[in-house]
């Protein structure tokens, strides 16, 4: 799962484990070098997220050999009254 936060700061877990802290681009390809069929990227991006920063991991992401992106949503909790 790739995370990035209001900054753009991104963390890549694997298997629940944090990856390495190396460039995104070169996490995401050693990642998905030597995969054949599973390439699929989890995101979870704040909301606040500039697009642009988004949009660069995104590429990365293609680069690296990411075929499809799911996003991973947190439902809001609205207070009971």
């Known amino acids: 799962m790739l995370s990035i936060d ?3 700061a991104t963390s890549l877990e694997v298997s629940g484990h944090a990856a ?3 460039a ?3 996490q995401l390809a050693a990642l998905y070098r030597d995969r ?5 990227l989890f995101l979870k991006a ?3 997220l500039p697009v642009g920063l988004l949009e660069r991991a995104l590429v990365d992401a293609r680069h ?3 075929r499809v992106v799911a996003a991973i949503t947190e439902r809001k909790v609205t207070p009971r009254m």
């Open 6 to 8: 209001r900054h753009g």
């Open 20 to 22: 390495p802290g190396i």
């Open 24 to 26: 995104l681009r070169e």
């Open 36 to 40: 054949t069929r599973d390439r699929i």
């Open 46 to 48: 704040d909301t606040a």
């Open 64 to 66: 690296a050999g990411v």
